[in-house]
């Protein structure tokens, strides 16, 4: 990150050009790779399967450790996964792109003209549904000054069918989210009191 110029967008009120040139970062990233050659690029790691996986890990250590609120949330994330199309769903049947792996905007570098990528350490396989709700579902999107998601999202042409992955994709992410923040440790946290209990706030709102 040190040899390129320019200022990590997470931590940041991004303005509309801002969030513009990220846009463009992102499409650019994904059509980086040509198809025959993405075809035989290996699938990222922690995709869906490994995150569902991992979730009915968690619920039955992780529930009897949290206050009512995020407990709540919890209970309704589980519900709607066990509904959702996504617990039950092979590879999705929408275009292939190049992914990062990594939604964190500490990793998008803003130089005042563009935006420039950096941390490939989980790249892969993927597709846009999927890699847009990394994005807008990472902690780093909204836990100091959140990303204007409607506004970011609205500079991709997404078919139907990535659309309504879309919004699983997010409530998906935002599961994920939940637990890991409830699991932070209260001696030693990576973010500020009350983060877990603002996460199920917004996982409730992805659900509604």
């Not at 991004?14 to 690029?41: D, N, Y």
């Not at 042409?157 to 932070?184: H, I, M």
């Amino acid at each position: 990150m040190s040899r390129l110029v320019g200022m990590p967008l997470r931590g940041r009120s991004l303005e509309g050009g801002q969030i513009k040139a990220l846009a463009a970062a992102v499409t650019r990233m994904h059509e980086a790779v040509p198809p025959e050659v993405l075809a035989e690029v290996p699938l990222r790691p922690g995709r869906q399967d490994e995150l569902i996986a991992h979730l009915h890990s968690w619920f039955p250590k992780a529930r009897p450790r949290v206050n009512h609120e995020v407990g709540r949330a919890m209970d309704r994330g589980m519900d709607w996964l066990a509904q959702s199309p996504l617990e039950s769903a092979g590879r999705p049947e929408v275009p292939n792109v190049f992914g990062p792996g990594d939604g964190n905007l500490a990793n998008y570098l803003w130089d005042g003209d563009q935006v420039q990528v950096v941390d490939f350490e989980d790249s892969g396989l993927s597709d846009r549904a999927f890699e847009l709700a990394e994005i807008t579902e990472h902690v780093g999107s909204w836990v100091e000054h959140p990303l204007a998601v409607e506004a970011f999202l609205a500079h991709f042409d997404l078919t139907r069918t990535e659309s309504v992955r879309l919004v699983d994709c997010r409530r998906l992410l935002a599961l994920v989210w939940l637990f890991l923040l409830a699991s932070d440790d209260a001696d030693n946290p990576r973010n500020p009191p009350g983060t877990a209990e603002r996460q199920a706030s917004r996982l409730l709102d992805l659900l509604a």
